[in-house]
C-alpha cells in the first residue's frame, strides 16, 4: 500500500514519453509507479537519463532532496518522466480554440501586414465578418493589428482589398501547449517542445 510523503504526492504529474522517447501525455505518479511496477513502462532519471524499471529505481534511494513515497516497507523516489515499453504512436488531439491559443498560432503577428505591434494592440479580426454569418473558429480567426483591424472593418478581406499572409488552420501542436509553464517540471524541458516566442 503506497502512502504519500505529503499527502497529495500520488496526484502530482509523471511526464509520459512513448517508446521513442517523444512526449505524448502525463500521468499521475500513482498511474506512473503502477505502469513501471507492470512492466509497462520505466523510469527515466532526470539527471544522467539512466532508464530503470521498478527494482532498481527502488534500489537507486531516495536522494537529498527527492519527493518520494511511502509504502510499510519503503521510500520510492518519485518518478518525474517515464518512458512506455511498447507504445511507439503519437496521439493526435485538437487543441482548443482559444485567445491565448490563437496568440500562439500566430505567433503575435498581424495575419494581413505582418507586423509585430505590442500585445495590446493585437486584435481578433474575423475572415469572413460575423455580421456576414462568420464563425469564431480557427479557420475563420486571425490576429489583426488595430490599423489593419480599422481599415478592414466589418467587411471580408476581399471587399476590404485584403489579403491573408496565410490561410488560417488550426494549429497541428503537440498535447503540451495546454499545459501552463507553471505545471511543468524543470526535467521535462527537453522533451517539450518550445511554444513560439513573443517578439
Known amino acids: 500500500m ?9 496526484d502530482e504529474r509523471t511526464l509520459v514519453l512513448n517508446r521513442s522517447w517523444l512526449a505524448i501525455t502525463t500521468t499521475t505518479v500513482r498511474r506512473a509507479l503502477t505502469m513501471v511496477y507492470g512492466e509497462a513502462a520505466q523510469v527515466i532519471c532526470p539527471e544522467t ?16 532532496g527527492d519527493a518520494c513515497v511511502r509504502t510499510t516497507r519503503m521510500r520510492i ?14 496521439p493526435r488531439r485538437r487543441v482548443a480554440f482559444s485567445r491565448r491559443n490563437l496568440y ?6 498581424c495575419h494581413y501586414c505582418g507586423r509585430h505591434p505590442t500585445h495590446g494592440r493585437l486584435t ?10 462568420g464563425r469564431t473558429s480557427w479557420e475563420n480567426c486571425v490576429l489583426a493589428c488595430e490599423e489593419c483591424n480599422k481599415r478592414k472593418s466589418d467587411r471580408s478581406a476581399m471587399e476590404a482589398g485584403m489579403a491573408l499572409l496565410t490561410h488560417p488552420r488550426a494549429p ?10 507553471g505545471a511543468r517540471l524543470p526535467s521535462w524541458e527537453r522533451f517539450l517542445p518550445r511554444p513560439p516566442s513573443r517578439p
Not at 481578433?124 to 454569418?133: E, K, L, N
Not at 497541428?172 to 509553464?181: A, M
Open 2 to 10: 503506497l502512502y504519500a510523503e505529503p499527502r497529495g504526492r500520488l
Open 49 to 64: 537519463y539512466e532508464v530503470h524499471d521498478f527494482e532498481s529505481w527502488v534500489d537507486r534511494g531516495v536522494r537529498n
Open 77 to 90: 523516489p518519485v518518478p518525474e518522466i517515464i518512458v512506455l515499453s511498447r507504445y511507439d504512436h503519437v
Open 104 to 109: 500562439r498560432r500566430d505567433n503575435y503577428t
Open 124 to 133: 481578433i479580426d474575423h475572415v469572413v465578418p460575423r455580421s456576414q454569418g
Open 172 to 181: 497541428s501542436w503537440s498535447w503540451d501547449v495546454e499545459l501552463s509553464r
